[in-house]
């Protein structure tokens, strides 16, 4: 018996902001292999055999992936808790800068009939989904939108009445100023009420940017941190800070190999540089 036919893996020529994508699929990929999970994301794996794609370019240190699981991991149980909460109510979720994240299969059994989930991209990054990622079946729907956050368009098509969870992982440092502020604006204006998850950077971060292998190999531009997230709340009225992580001090850093739970111990305690990276929860 012949062997079967394999697929042509596919290629990319994602560059900038785009190309940051991947350091983050190749995170959960990287999870995948180890035999202590922090995310378990085995549709990872899935797409990366699917690429054809020089991931070591990306330079991704064994924390820098457990990191950014762990952030993927929070944004997971604060989503989770929204659609607890508001289990007798229809509700949205509003996955903005999806990528090839797999956050609605990983979640879809938490996911009633009320829940309708929709991802979104920019055009290139979704056409790219559609042939690497299987539509998650939820049976409350769900909808892949092709569009950039800062278009305004594709947001005066949701209902605006349905409580929203809006989660955007690893964009607002790539916004300029007024692109994130705007965004968060008219994503509050528009639905009545909701919660906002993402993370945010410092301005030490972006300032040191040149240092960084991701904006090197990539060529994508940080634009936007801050170092007070109370300063949102004057964006929308009634825009609340709910909670923030930090990086350096999360509650999953057990999770940890003990050398990186080491180094991160060591950089909650110092003064500044403890607060360089925060996962945000605001409600309205």
């Known amino acids: 018996m012949s062997d079967p036919v394999k697929k042509p893996k596919m290629k990319l020529d994602f560059t900038g902001v785009q190309e940051t994508l991947l350091a983050t699929l190749y995170s959960r990929w990287y999870d995948f292999q180890l035999p202590k999970l922090i995310l378990g994301d085995k549709h990872a794996v899935e797409i990366v055999d699917q690429l054809d794609y020089d991931f070591t370019k990306l330079r991704m240190r064994p924390g820098t992936c457990a990191s950014l699981c762990l952030r993927a991991r929070t944004f997971d149980r604060w989503t989770s808790e929204f659609l607890d909460a508001h289990g007798d109510q229809d509700v949205t979720v509003l996955h903005l800068a999806a990528g090839f994240d797999t956050r609605a299969l990983r979640l879809q059994d938490n996911c009633g009939s009320n829940v309708h989930w929709i991802d979104l991209d920019v055009p290139d990054v979704v056409d790219m989904r559609r042939k690497l990622i299987p539509e998650p079946q939820l049976p409350g729907g769900y909808e892949l939108i092709a569009a950039s956050v800062t278009d305004n368009d594709w947001l005066t098509s ?36 909701g919660q906002l998850l993402f993370d945010a950077v410092a301005w030490i971060i972006i300032s040191c940017q040149n240092l960084m292998s991701i904006t090197r190999t990539t060529g994508a531009v940080l634009s936007w941190g801050t170092d007070d997230p109370h300063e949102l709340e004057a964006w929308h009225e009634g825009l609340k800070l709910k909670d923030i992580e930090l990086m350096s001090d999360n509650k999953d850093n057990k999770d940890l190999s003990p050398k990186l739970q080491w180094i991160l111990w060591f950089v909650a305690h110092m003064p500044y540089f403890r607060y360089v990276g925060r996962h945000l929860r605001y409600e309205w």
């Not at 300029?176 to 502020?181: I, L, V």
């Open 158 to 193: 949701l209902p605006p009445h349905r409580p929203t969870v809006v989660v955007f992982e690893g964009l607002s440092c790539y916004l300029k100023p007024e692109e994130m502020r705007s965004m968060v604006e008219r994503v509050t204006g528009h639905f009545k009420t």
